[in-house]
């Protein structure tokens, strides 16, 4: 199977902390725990966000992400695109980091940076997207963030880049929780845009079985499961975690609660498999 969605580096976007205190220690006690998690998930292979705005040296933040695949095999890394960079040099490195290095998506933090997606700084990403074949990842609804301006994350904006870029591939991240229903239409109206399933709800593991919350989780499964059937595109589902916000085995079992059996193959590896090339 594939996780689609994970962070193993703290994504350094404003009014975010490290996810986690085994983002930031040790490099080999991360790598470890990762591995322990994959194996007891059965994941063989994850996608890792990156982490935003770093040197310019490492323009799309894959860096550390890079140096932590080295010890976990099936990790892969997602650059992270700054809408704040500009300049033609920037871009210049960009490309040479796509080429030069095994990156296998763009991640648009929509919300926690204050650019809508059809926003003009984005659009040379979508241009070397397009080039590259690389898919391009947009976090859409809730944030984890006091400083994030949810409007830029409503999924219904991806619908103008799906439109003027046919040839790019675009995820809505979480699908667009809690607009579940423009998220699945955009998705049913877009054959260039797919959803990701992780982070519907964070928490740990003794959370998923808390009797207090059940009624809350049974919510958002029936609402999640009822957009993933108006979509009517289950080969445009990705199976991701959001781990560490949540933990690997307890948060797969709950997707594939509500994903029908017959698109279990496409939704936890298929899907992903082809978008990425992996
Ligand atoms: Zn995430």
Redesign the pocket.
């Known amino acids: 199977m594939i996780d689609s969605?994970i962070?193993v580096v703290p994504p350094n976007l404003p009014g975010v902390g490290p996810l986690d205190p085994l983002l930031e220690g040790p490099r080999d006690v991360l790598a470890a725990a990762l591995r322990r998690q994959m194996q007891a998930a059965q994941m063989e292979q994850a996608l890792a966000?990156g982490r935003f705005g770093t040197d310019p040296a490492d323009p799309l933040g894959v860096a550390a992400t890079l140096e932590i695949a080295k010890e976990v095999p099936g990790l892969h890394a997602v650059g992270v695109a700054d809408p704040t960079r500009t300049d033609g040099e920037h871009f210049q490195r960009v490309g040479e980091e796509i080429t030069g290095k095994p990156v296998r998506a763009l991640k648009v933090y929509l919300g926690y940076l204050h650019f809508g997606p059809n926003h003009p700084n984005y659009l040379p990403y979508y241009e070397l997207a397009a080039r590259h074949r690389l898919p391009v990842i947009f976090h859409t609804g809730d944030t984890f963030s006091p400083l994030a301006k949810l409007r830029f994350a409503n999924p219904l904006l991806v619908d103008d880049v799906a439109v003027d870029f046919p040839q790019v591939s675009f995820v809505l991240?979480h699908f667009g929780n809690p607009w579940l229903r423009e998220a699945a239409e955009v998705v049913y109206k877009n054959v260039n845009v797919w959803a990701d399933l992780?982070?519907l709800v964070v928490g740990d593991a003794p959370l998923f079985h808390d009797e207090a919350r059940r009624d809350l989780l049974a919510d958002t499964v029936r609402r999640v499961a009822e957009a993933f059937r108006y979509a009517e595109r289950p080969n445009r589902f990705l199976y991701g975690s959001?781990c560490p916000l949540v933990p690997m085995k307890e948060y797969r079992d709950l997707i594939r609660s509500f994903v029908p059996q017959v698109h279990h193959q496409q939704v936890f590896e298929d899907n992903a498999r082809g978008l990425f090339r992996i």
């Open positions: 969605h962070h966000m991240a992780s982070g959001d």
